[in-house]
């Protein structure tokens, strides 16, 4: 089987991109010839990279032209199947459904929601509307799409037109049952969506690490607001004597605003910041913590070092939102607690900290979950039979709907 990706970006920086360069040398493994189309990166990453820069394009000339583009290159290397991830430009994606079967991976919210995020920034709140006409409105008070007239519309449009595409595309797939529960309430087939989160890209360890005798809580993201990376300085504030650890992309202007936050919040000493971690090093950070933090405050698809966290049997205290509930099982591997809320996060960490003995038997849970449901192979099993249902034009095993416990909220976050 030949199928070629598509994305933006070839690179290790990305979430969506550390997935796609663990994946395609798995599918090789299992006899799958990949291509890889992408506008940006390195194409000496992969074999059979292609640069397609039109991917990352938008307006009526870049659609033209790669509608054409793409048609070429779909003619010299004739895959059996076309996946597309992050794709902007219109004319890419019709090319691929005009082509043959084409399978969509809704990473995000790029096809779903305008703004890409279903996040108000202005509020930061998350956003539970479907999208319409009503988006215009809603960004001017609460600051979600871009001001700037030309691109809003033009990134209106491609969720418009994605969603009037939607019988076309061969199966949706969704990293968590969250991304999937808005598909289908945006109107997409329920036979059509499919819940497939990603794998795990480090493999379980056989025991938990040994807990490390003085008590650290460690975060591991991107330094953006939406990632909650304050949400954790200000809880490490509330926790005395207990050792932080932040990595992340962290440049002079991010490092400087945390080290006064730090400052204000009195755990500046306490609290160490370190540069963005090569992939060889995050079992080493992990084998430091006593608990992992993954406070993000807009909705998540899924959390891949949330998985990484647990294959090294750590426990991880996580906000309640979007896909996040797919690995993290509350008292079981772990804590859920209300986004934003800085004192349910300082009270869940201390919980298990107060109470050392919890840490190990979390841990080995995370461990089962990992090896239950987040391997490398039971991901690609799945994805391989999606890919032949997509040659066949079988449409896929109807799943159930989705009964996810409720939010887990706090005098602190009722809003």
Not at 98 to 104: D, H, I, L, R
Not at 245 to 259: H, M, P, S
Request: glycine letters at 10%; one cysteine or more.
């Amino acid at each position: 089987m030949r199928v070629l990706h598509l994305n933006e970006h070839l690179d290790w920086t990305g979430g969506v991109e550390t997935y796609l360069l663990h994946l395609l040398p798995v599918l090789e493994s299992q006899g799958v010839e990949n291509a890889y189309a992408f506008a940006t990166g390195d194409g000496s990453l992969v074999p059979r990279a292609h640069h397609l820069p039109e991917i990352a394009g938008f307006g009526h000339r870049a659609e033209v032209a790669g509608r054409s583009r793409t048609a070429a290159l779909l003619a010299s290397i004739e895959p059996h199947v076309v996946h597309v991830h992050r794709v902007y430009n219109l004319g890419v994606i019709r090319a691929c459904l005009e082509y043959g079967p084409t399978v969509v991976t809704c990473h995000d919210y790029l096809y779903l929601c305008p703004a890409g995020s279903f996040f108000h920034r202005r509020t930061q709140t998350i956003c539970h509307r479907r999208a319409g006409p009503g988006c215009f409105v809603i960004t001017a008070f609460r600051h979600c799409m871009t001001p700037r007239p030309r691109p809003a519309w033009a990134y209106y449009r491609r969720v418009r037109q994605f969603a009037a595409w939607r019988e076309r595309f061969a199966a949706v797939l969704c990293p968590s049952d969250s991304v999937r529960e808005r598909l289908v309430g945006q109107g997409f087939a329920p036979e059509k969506t499919v819940t497939l989160p990603y794998f795990c890209p480090l493999e379980p360890l056989d025991e938990p690490r040994p807990v490390p005798p003085q008590p650290a809580v460690l975060f591991v993201g991107r330094v953006r607001p939406i990632k909650g990376y304050d949400v954790f300085v200000r809880a490490l504030g509330m926790l005395p004597g207990v050792r932080g650890i932040l990595v992340g992309d962290t440049t002079g202007g991010t490092a400087q605003r945390i080290e006064q936050l730090a400052g204000r919040c009195g755990c500046a000493e306490r609290l160490e910041v370190r540069p963005w971690a090569a992939r060889g090093q995050l079992p080493g950070l992990f084998a430091q913590a006593s608990v992992f933090v993954f406070p993000s405050i807009w909705p998540e698809t899924l959390g891949i070092v949330g998985l990484e966290a647990m294959a090294c049997g750590v426990p991880v205290v996580a906000s309640d939102v979007g896909g996040v509930r797919q690995w993290l099982r509350h008292q079981k591997n772990g804590l859920l607690v209300p986004p934003k809320d800085p004192a349910a996060l300082a009270a869940a960490i201390g919980r298990l900290l107060a109470t050392p003995d919890r840490l190990l038997p979390m841990g080995q849970a995370g461990l089962a979950t990992i090896r239950d449901g987040f391997l490398p192979s039971q991901h690609v099993d799945r994805l391989l039979e999606i890919y032949r249902r997509a040659l066949q034009g079988r449409p896929h095993a109807e799943q159930p709907a989705v009964e996810l416990p409720r939010p887990i909220h706090s005098p602190c976050n009722r809003g």
